[in-house]
């Protein structure tokens, strides 16, 4: 088997990590220039004027005054001696990195110089013995572990209390990144926490596999993280949320190592397997997962549809949910105003084949408007993607292609969906630029029955839009449905909207975020479909889960970490 290097050749500076102020490489950026309708929709949406204001210098961490550590020297000393000096870092630019997810906050925080409170050390261990190591010095010294996993996490879930008086590590398992073996009969692997997207599914594909979940965050995100956060890929369609592909699990706890087994029927009584996916550390630190895996399909193709509106595309979506006869590696249906904002996002045509397709859409556009469809505001676009041989795939595509025509819609074809497959994991390098202009742009998502998914859908879109009436600011939403299933489907919304000031702006986000959520909870709806709990998630939890269902995750967190050394105050405050 093709494998990554072990951890005993790695240190942490072979870990990869974002930059320290926004997401992803220090050489990639969100441009506008080339895109001609971005700049326009930019102002009628939410009043900024791109092209007269200058583009703004990458933050520089020199300009901000970093805390001194709180980890004492003898307790350094100790963790050292455990995985080695090269990997306990506690530099500046490493504790600062460490102590913030990706959230909108977080970024506003790190980019502002809000420091109040980073993590004291970042530690590095490259076995599951210096992980449990780790935890028994942490009982022992009265610290807090905090697990990292890639650090792409929305949702507060690597940030530490700025109440916390104790010195507090986190953990980062990037060393730890080898698929160990796999069980071509039954189609498992073993796979260590620390991998990241890429080089698990390059390690799986060199042998002809594939684990098949890919998260936008997939880039940036490690599997011990998707399964400490419940996280759900693009192609749960076919493949599943991580809940469903994560078989069996090694967890190191402070009494000993939790294993829970791949098998069919795993646990008997309440399933502990279970209670550590979406626990977010507070269980103990996943060390190595055992996984679904699936043979690389033949053929793979993602066809792009259009709908004269939401309500058909849901219509479309649903029935193809509910046919016998396919099942897609993923369905996905972008409202109007996202299917304004994608098409905003295209580049300006450069070549002759590029010219000529943009001169194509053009007229097929003015035929849907001769047909009586709003290109502008209502028309939304969708994408499924089909897997499998060559004969199965013809055979889905034509099944799709009637039910997408019986709800009103007609078949794009494969250009598009081969542009919007390629640039899938883009997006989130956006929410850096816009915050250059102070604009915040976030994602809510929720799950929603096929039948009140429209109602969640409008009702969302008052909410928000109804908040940012009152704040008297402008505001731009837009939603995708996506991770469909057979009883309804997940929604995912986007919104912007720009701050007044600094000091006035994270007032002004939670204002509008705050009804977003609560409209979720109030239509009956889940809190988040699969952005976790963490932080930011909390203040709705009780209105999702109802006071005993809360009562019971608060005690079996008191009771398996009464210090409370494992990831404090997440999920749960206590």
């Known amino acids: 088997m093709t494998a990554s290097h072990s951890a005993a050749d790695l240190t942490a500076a072979d870990v990869t990590r974002h930059k320290w102020w926004g997401w992803g490489m220090d050489d990639v950026r969100f441009r506008f220039d080339n895109k001609p309708a971005f700049a326009p929709l930019a102002k009628n949406k939410i009043g900024v004027d791109l092209e007269a204001i200058t583009q703004f210098d990458d933050p520089e961490l020199s300009d901000h005054e ?157 599997l011990g993280g ?27 706890h402070p009494e000993g190592t939790v294993v829970t087994n791949p098998i069919p029927g795993r646990d008997s009584g309440p399933s502990v397997h279970e209670m550590i996916l979406g626990s977010e550390g507070r269980m103990g630190i996943i060390t190595e997962l055992t996984v679904q895996v699936h043979r690389l399909p033949q053929v793979r193709q ?17 029935a193809i949910a509910r046919s016998t006869d396919v099942s897609p590696t993923f369905t996905r249906l972008s409202d109007g105003p996202e299917t304004e904002f994608s098409l905003a996002m295209v580049k300006e045509p450069t070549s002759t084949k590029g010219r000529v397709a943009a001169k194509v859409q053009d007229g097929l556009f003015a035929y849907l408007r001769s047909k009586g469809w709003d290109t502008s ?83 969302v879109y008052e909410a ?30 986007t919104f912007a909207l720009k701050y007044t000031s600094p000091d006035k702006a994270l007032e002004q986000y939670y204002n509008a975020k705050r009804a977003v959520q609560q409209a979720f909870v109030d239509l009956g709806s889940t809190v988040s479909h699969h952005h976790a709990v963490g932080t930011e998630h909390q203040p709705w939890l009780t209105e999702d889960i109802g006071e005993l269902g809360e009562h019971i995750i608060e005690g079996l967190f008191a009771q398996n970490d009464p210090g409370r050394n494992l990831n404090p105050g997440k999920v749960v405050t206590p």
């Not at 839009?465 to 929604?491: D, I, N, T, V, W």
Request: with cysteine.
């Open 66 to 222: 970093v805390p001194a550590g709180r980890l004492g020297d003898a307790e350094r000393e100790a963790i050292v001696g455990l995985v080695g000096e090269a990997n306990v870092r506690t530099d500046d630019e490493y504790r600062v990195l460490h102590s913030f997810g990706r959230s909108l906050p977080d970024l506003f925080h790190v980019r502002s110089g809000d420091f109040d409170r980073l993590v004291d050390a970042v530690v590095y261990p490259g076995t599951e013995e210096e992980v449990a190591g780790l935890l028994r010095l942490a009982i022992e010294k009265d610290l807090v572990l905090i697990p990292y996993g890639g650090g792409s996490c929305i949702s507060g879930s690597v940030t530490p209390d700025p109440a916390e008086q104790r010195p507090v590590l986190t953990v980062n398992l990037g060393r730890t990144r080898q698929v160990l073996s796999i069980d071509d009969t039954a189609g498992l692997a073993r796979v260590q926490a620390g991998v990241y997207g890429p080089d698990l599914e390059e390690q799986l594909a060199a042998e002809g596999w594939t684990m098949g979940h890919f998260p936008d965050s997939f880039t940036y995100s490690t």
């Open 226 to 252: 998707w399964a400490a956060t419940r996280s759900s890929g693009m192609q749960s369609d076919k493949y599943g949320d991580i809940e469903d592909i994560v078989r069996g699990m090694r967890v190191v």
């Open 302 to 318: 993602v066809i792009a549809y259009m709908y004269p509106d939401w309500e058909h595309g849901i219509r479309g979506m649903h």
């Open 377 to 459: 505001e209502e028309m939304s676009i969708s994408y499924v993607c089909f897997e499998g041989t060559k004969e199965t795939v013809e055979h889905q595509k034509s099944v799709v292609k009637k039910l997408v025509k019986g709800a009103g819609g007609i078949t794009l074809g494969a250009g598009p969906g081969a542009i919007y497959d390629q640039k899938k994991f883009d997006t989130p390098y956006l929410r850096d630029f816009l915050l250059s202009y102070q604009v915040f742009g976030d994602v809510c998502d929720t799950g929603a029955t096929w039948s009140n998914i429209n109602e969640v859908h409008a009702k």
């Open 464 to 493: 928000f839009y109804e908040a940012q009436r009152k704040q008297g600011l402008p505001g731009f939403m837009f939603c995708h449905m996506s991770h469909s299933y057979h009883s309804g489907a997940c929604l995912y919304f």
